[in-house]
């Protein structure tokens, strides 16, 4: 009963260093999004997958870049972290037309 | 531009008692509200949600009430227990464009004590 599983949970990262997040899902969901929590911003979303095969920026795209891999995988990539990005990433998914997402547990990334 | 707004970021209240929880959104757009919680270290669960064609949803002890002219809504939690401390958000989206697409606004976090 994994749901929605990230990797990893937790990193730091030096400023310039490149890495991925990774996250998949197992309910067979068509719809992906990656948010950022920052404290007192909420969750702002980064980038989205409507479907398989589709992506489109959210509102705090800037910085990052995300491949949606099959229909179970969604990566965000940092190419060149910097400590903006300092923040707790969750990924989530859901079906199509049905806006209850679920969540993953998050990846806290620290960029020093 | 914050279209999703939480102006509360904390509430305290008595265990067995009532939590008002408020938000106000701004887009006339949104057409579909939900409330999520979150406990540390956890990712956001799903708590209530409710369409714009109804004024109130009520699950147990969660009553979500919706006022489209004033643009606000709130999550009512009654009797309040000391398990439901954590930070509630306040999600919109607009259905129509069928992203899923979820607007949050800041959170605020809930104390219950015993």
């Known amino acids: 009963n994994a749901g929605v599983t990230q990797t990893p949970k937790f990193q730091v990262l030096k400023t310039g260093q490149s890495m991925t997040l990774q996250c998949a899902q197992d309910?067979?969901?068509?719809?992906m999004y990656w948010y950022r929590q920052d404290p007192g911003m909420g969750l702002r979303l980064i980038y989205y997958?409507?479907?398989?095969?589709?992506?489109d920026k959210g509102e705090v795209p800037n910085g990052y870049n995300v491949s949606r891999l099959n229909k179970r995988e969604f990566s965000l990539r940092l190419e060149s972290a910097a400590p903006s990005q300092t923040s707790v990433y969750f990924c989530?998914?859901?079906?199509?037309?049905?806006?209850?997402?679920?969540f993953g547990q998050g990846t806290r990334l620290t960029v020093v | 531009d914050q279209q999703v707004k939480q102006n509360s970021p904390s509430l305290s209240v008595q265990e067995g008692r009532i939590s008002i929880l408020n938000c106000d959104y701004t887009?006339?757009?949104?057409?579909?509200f939900l409330w999520y919680k979150k406990y540390p270290a956890e990712g956001p669960t799903f708590l209530i949600s409710?369409?714009?064609?109804?004024d109130k949803n009520e699950d147990g002890r969660f009553t979500v009430f919706l006022n489209k002219s004033a643009k606000h809504l709130s999550l009512h939690i009654v009797p309040s227990q000391p398990g439901d401390s954590a930070v509630y958000f306040c999600?919109?989206?607009?259905?129509?464009?069928?992203?899923?697409?979820?607007?949050f606004g800041q959170g605020t976090t809930l104390q219950v004590k015993p």
């Open positions: 999600a919109a989206s607009n259905r129509r464009s069928n992203t899923g697409k979820l607007i």
């Open positions: 997958s409507a479907s398989e095969g589709t992506t």
């Open positions: 887009n006339s757009m949104f057409d579909y």
């Open positions: 309910m067979n969901h068509n719809s």
């Open positions: 989530a998914s859901s079906e199509i037309g049905n806006t209850e997402a679920f």
């Open positions: 409710i369409s714009s064609i109804k």
